[in-house]
């Protein structure tokens, strides 16, 4: 549903279906969104008396649509590298939540940096563990795509156990992942100081990356920190 969106041009605003009923109607409020696509397996329930479109996308008969690329005939306005790519809401730890909106030509821009800068390739695999709600995600989402390589998704909640996420990317032979400090260290320490062999380089971002973190990691991995 997110590629899609983007790809007709228009943004995505990411719900935890888990998180409390009250902030997800907040965010249903201040985003008004035209519709709401989720999955009869999450059971999304729109809160309050508030009416939007819902459509489960596993289980929607979509025969009758065709699967070409949108035409500009068919689009309600312009598209334009600022028009909004996808906004996703702050904790709220501070107040309420903000939703921070960012366009699609910021969203290409960077990816296209990335590409160029991490080498980001056909011959690639790129770990997707983050949940929708937060920023890097978009990395996870995208960088795999726009290089022609592979995502390989992981499980659900999959992101919070280190040694799901070593085998995971070991068996998938992954070749660049994202990673805040704090969790590369406990991948580190699962791992006995060792990551996954087809690890080219890892991006720890995110929060300040401790020195002793850093030189356990290149003491005894070949991957790019």
């Known amino acids: 549903g997110m590629y899609a969106v983007a790809k007709a041009g228009g ?10 009923a009250e902030r997800t109607g907040y965010i249903l409020e201040v985003a008004a969104p035209v519709a709401v696509l989720t999955t009869e397996r999450d059971g999304f329930e729109v809160p ?39 906004v996703i809401f702050t904790s709220g730890s501070t107040g309420r939540p903000k939703g921070v909106a960012v366009p ?35 990395w996870e989402f995208w960088s795999a795509l726009v290089s022609g390589g592979r995502l390989v998704i992981a499980a659900p909640d999959g992101h919070r156990d280190p040694s799901y ?17 704090s969790m590369l260290e406990a991948l ?8 996954a062999g ?15 973190t850093a030189g356990r990691f290149l003491a005894r991995n070949a991957a790019r920190l």
Not at 165 to 181: D, I, K, M, R, Y
């Open 198 to 212: 087809s690890l080219r380089q890892v991006l720890a971002i995110g929060e300040a990356l401790p020195a002793a």
């Open 48 to 86: 309050g008396e508030k009416s939007v479109r819902t459509l489960a996308i596993d289980t929607a008969d979509l025969s009758a649509l065709s699967g070409a690329p949108v035409t500009d005939a068919e689009r309600r306005a312009p598209l334009r590298a600022s028009n909004t790519a996808y």
């Open 188 to 195: 580190l320490v699962e791992g006995g100081g060792v990551l």
């Open 165 to 181: 996420l070593n085998g995971l990317t070991a068996e998938q032979s992954v070749t660049t992942l994202h990673v805040v400090p």
């Open 104 to 138: 699609h030509g910021a969203v290409v821009n960077q990816l296209v940096w990335k590409r160029a800068e991490y080498a980001l390739g056909a011959d690639d695999a790129v770990l997707l563990k983050t949940a929708a709600t937060f920023d890097l995600s978009v």
């Open 11 to 20: 943004a995505y605003v990411p719900v935890d279906p888990e998180q409390p």
